[in-house]
């Protein structure tokens, strides 16, 4: 047995030893540069192009090659044309139009290949919330209601659903908790996402109405080999202020036409001490578990199936009235896609997907409360999109239709402790099972010609709310609850190389979007920035965001230089005032309902600069500010963050196996608030974290890094307050370990 083992490996060392390699270069179409860091998948071979823009590949009987850069695109090779490179040597690149639009930037998680570059920071995968992962784009921000999690996210001043965000481009969860305890981002398994494609402004309309921006998390593409491989990870992750762990993992089997793999996560914390060493309440418990397969029914055609189960699970909210107690959801999708060479598409992809979510929050955790009230909310996300790629030699089309249909429905029920109502029961009809459905035509097109890329984008809507069961104090304030909106988006805009260096662009676009639920329905609660209630409006007009971008971006092989500023005015803004005739349901200072107001604008910018030194040494600095005005009242628009400055300095020693960096992150002084919502000034603060990434040994990644390494004590401008002159103080030092193997 030993003389066989013995052989065995002998023969698998010679056929090592003995086997033939092809390098293959990749390079510009136009400047004929190689082009570094591209990922290829060859059969069950892997890596990433080096500095001379080289891939060496094993000479086996290569059936596919498929290469995969951020600047260039995706694209899979086989047959005669992979036949032909093989045998030529090089492959020429020409840059992706959609990629080289300013006003799409792509932020790429980390690659499986621990050489790969690191877009964001490092051990994203382990991440329980997107929306923390969301903060380290320029621009971005989150309201704060946990200390943990749910991080809703707000860029440019926009925010909710002003924001378009979904999963491989139709997958979303609405959120159930009327306080959105549970943000879209919030159901989003960040282990599964390759990459996060960010489209700034009303200019791009395929996943959606698109107001804000848009934000759609891709995931991973459809991978097969010629031979039967196993694929897997696992990541584990410590953080010593609250005590946090973190831990995912994947593992899967991949062959010639089916591929599919599991993958789980799960996150466990506790309280934490901000910088002036008090204690935070910061419990929480989050998991995920998912299954994805990928099958090849025919050639270039194949199905993808997603089945991810998110859940959470007393969780503290301390600014709220209720902790969030259970939180249960499913989401899934089915997508089927269809690659065509020489024939009138040159892809179709059709997408049906749905999410459903249960959502118990209350104050069962909470001691000192005189009753005992609950929320059980549920929602239902249903959506259908097919989309046609169009493609000719300089000109890409998309176009194609998609619905959508979400409903929430759910009670308050309050039980008296104490006083004369001691043991009655309240229930409170706070959804009234509204519910929202939209059918929508879209078209986005971009042409090159000479050195320009010309966009062109339009998209019609059909939008109708309605509440199933209203409550008799809601019917009241309304003699109709139905509502219709037909809503038209548009948007066009330039992109044009002004030298090999310099690129400049333009765009103007207008994007509609209609009420929410929330906005439509919500009864007598109180889900805004003050104590007041909130009250829904279904007599709400849509939102028409009218908005100019403007970018210029300087890239050479070392450095890239790049503005990005906005001027937007948004008609028929929805916001609320203050209805002194209406009498709150609890002990609030009184009811705010849902209004338009005439004209709001927003303004700002973000800047990047990015050098790099003999390609040792990378430092990025970013600036992004946002102004925004509300012309009605004449009065800031509330949660607009401060100016945001971020330096991040790191080096890359012994061939990407050693980065140590340093990162500084401060927020200037914020005095421009919106007191009639009842805001606070914030003071400037400043965190600095350092870190450590290293590869040991190939396939394993090691992060060790010290956060707030000053123990800054500070306040984030839209984090709540837990009661008034108490805010929610952010982490103090702490020290942060992950390690990730790949297999």
Known sequence: ??????????????????????????????????????????????????EKGEIILVATDIKFLKLTHISYGNHTFSGKVLKEMLSSGKILFAENALTTLNSISVYALKERNPKASISLQNADWVHHDAGSVLKQIPGFDAIKKSPAFGFD????????????????GCMCATAACPNRMDPPTSQIAINQIQEIEVIKGPHSFRYGPGMGAVVNFKMLDPEFSSGLTQFGRITGGYESNGGVYRTEGQIGLRGKRISTSLNGSYSKGGDYKAGNDSLVQADFSRGTFGIITDIETAKNQVISINVNRNFARNTDFPVLMMDLLTDDTWMTQGKYKISRENHWFKEWTTQVSAGIVEHLMGNKLRNNASMLAQTDANTKTINARTEFLIEKAKSKFFVGADTKYETISGNRTREMLMGPNKGKVFTDYIWQDGEVSRYGVFADSYHQFGKSTLSAAARVDQVTGNARTPAETFKKNYTTLKKSDINVSASVGISTKLTEALTAGAWLGRGVRSANISERFINYLAIGKDPYEMLGNPDLKPEKNNQLDLNLTYKTVSTILSFSGYYSMVNDFISSKIEPTLKPLMTAPGVRRYINIDKATLYGFEANWSQRYAKLLTQQFTLAYTYGQNHTDKMPLPEISPMNLRYTLEADLLNSRLQPYASLRYSFKLNRIAANYGEVATNAFKVVDLGLKASPIHNLQTTFSLTNAFNENYREHLSRFISAGKPLLSQGRSFVVNISYLF
């Open 1 to 50: 047995m030993k003389k066989l083992y013995f052989f065995l490996i002998a023969m698998a060392i010679g056929t090592i030893a003995n086997a033939q390699t092809l390098t293959l270069k990749i390079l510009d179409q136009t400047t004929g540069k190689p082009i570094e860091k591209v990922s290829y998948y060859a059969d069950n071979q892997s890596g990433i192009s080096n």
């Open 153 to 168: 996210p707000t860029f440019r001043g926009f925010k909710l659903d002003q924001l378009n965000i979904v999963n491989d």
